[in-house]
Each structure stands twice: as structure tokens, then as C-alpha cells.
């Protein structure tokens, strides 16, 4: 049996004389172009081509100011249902992992550049790590580049301070040396002392068994011998 194939028409019986000769039937067919593939790449970098992310990073920075802590800048070019940027840090030292700072909320939903800050207020005398934990509103996380951070230390800080159960010190520390911290009463009677590992400018220092009152941070290991009073509350 012999049949002829006509692109869209329906099934009808052939005509001899003009159809393909000893044809019977015409069956119809159709063609279809498959849909492009989705785009579902959710990576939070920065993007120059392909499929739109659902956040698309510029710029992410941080730079220590003594005194003022860590200020964390980042722009974004365009956002697709973002709910929250949350900045996360780690400190240089062995066993340390990634702990939130700060969130801020994002702008939703914006072909828009945006622009944003944070601030990390802790001292910083070593360095330390910075990145951004990007949530979207349907849960999705993504991380940006991490950024290094290294911090300047010209004196003894406290953080925070007044405090209760623990604080965080940093120091100015000479090379080659090992930092050491003494907490004195008011009538100079030492009441604690730690020493960091060798190299380390920045530690805790935990307060519990401290009654409430002031008193003197004594920290060696610098150029000199640097002095802080220290608020203690429970």
C-alpha cells in the first residue's frame, strides 16, 4: 500500500491523477520545536552573560577602621524575589567557623542597582574573613566570594565593654612576642591571667566567677605595657 504525507492536512482520500500515483490515504503530520531549556543557575557571583541569577553582584568589600570596627559594603545590579543579605565572618585562628554578624534586608524584587552597608563593630587586631549569605523568599541560600580582612592594632580593646561572661581583646603585638592579659581590682590585685598563643593578637577572655565593678586590663606583648578599664554587669 502506497500513501503520500502532506504537512497539516488532514486524512482524505487520494485523487489518482494528482496525487502520488496508487496513493489511498494522505496522513497528516505536524512538527514541534522543543522549549528552550529553563534557566535555573542560582550561583550568587557576579554575572557578564547567560541566564538572569536571582541576584547579580557588583561589588562586595570590607576595610577595618581602629576604633570604628569593620564596615562591609556591597552593590547589587539587579534582584529577583531576594529577601535578606546576612554577613557572616571567621577569624583567623584554628577551629574558627563562620558566624552571622549582622542581616540586612534586601530590596525584593528590582532591575534597580542597590547598594548596601553593615557594620561589624568588634576590633580587629589579626586578621578575618567576610562573606554574604544571600536568602531568597523561596528559601534558596547562595554565598558570595569571600573578602580577607586585616586589622591594625595600636592599642588594647575591649569588646564589648561594660560586659558580662565574656569579652573579646585584641592588642598591639611585637614580632616575635606573646600576648599576655592580666585583669586587676582596684587595689591592683590580679585577679586573672591569660596568655594567647604564640603569635595570636586577639582572644577571650571569660568574666564568670568576676563580681560586678571596674577594673584594669593590663596587656603586655606590644612595643609597651597598654591599660583599659573594664566595666564588669551581670
Known amino acids: 500500500m ?3 504525507i ?3 492536512e488532514a ?3 487520494l485523487d489518482g ?3 502520488i500515483a496508487g496513493g489511498k490515504d494522505v496522513i497528516a503530520y505536524s512538527t514541534s520545536i522543543a522549549p528552550a531549556q529553563l534557566c535555573t543557575s542560582m550561583a550568587f557571583t557576579p554575572s557578564t552573560a547567560g541566564c538572569p541569577l536571582p541576584v547579580v553582584l557588583m561589588t562586595f568589600t570590607a576595610h577595618y577602621q581602629p576604633g570604628q570596627g569593620t564596615l562591609v559594603n ?3 545590579a539587579s534582584e529577583q524575589q531576594s529577601a535578606a543579605f546576612i554577613v557572616e565572618s571567621q577569624d583567623d585562628q584554628p577551629g574558627s567557623a563562620w558566624q552571622p554578624v549582622v542581616r540586612v534586608a534586601a530590596a525584593g524584587t528590582t532591575p534597580s542597582l542597590h547598594q548596601y552597608s553593615a557594620r561589624d563593630a568588634r576590633p580587629l587586631a589579626g586578621t578575618r574573613a567576610y562573606r554574604l549569605r544571600q536568602l531568597d523568599l523561596d528559601g534558596h541560600v547562595a554565598f ?3 573578602v ?3 586589622g591594625v592594632a595600636t592599642e588594647l580593646v575591649a569588646y564589648p565593654n561594660p560586659a558580662a561572661g565574656t569579652i573579646h581583646l585584641s592588642g598591639p603585638l611585637a614580632a616575635g ?3 599576655q592579659v592580666r585583669l586587676l581590682d582596684a587595689t591592683g590585685r590580679c585577679l586573672a591571667t591569660l596568655r594567647a598563643p604564640a603569635g595570636q593578637a586577639a582572644f577571650d577572655l571569660p568574666l564568670a566567677g568576676v563580681p560586678t565593678g571596674l577594673y584594669l586590663l593590663e596587656w603586655t606583648g606590644g612595643p609597651s605595657a597598654c591599660h583599659l578599664r573594664l566595666e564588669v554587669t551581670k
Open 2 to 4: 502506497n500513501y503520500a
Open 6 to 8: 502532506a504537512n497539516g
Open 11 to 13: 486524512k482524505r482520500t
Open 17 to 19: 491523477p494528482t496525487d
Open 74 to 76: 556591597w552593590t547589587t
Open 144 to 146: 558570595s566570594p569571600e
Open 148 to 150: 580577607m580582612v586585616a
Open 177 to 179: 612576642a606573646t600576648a
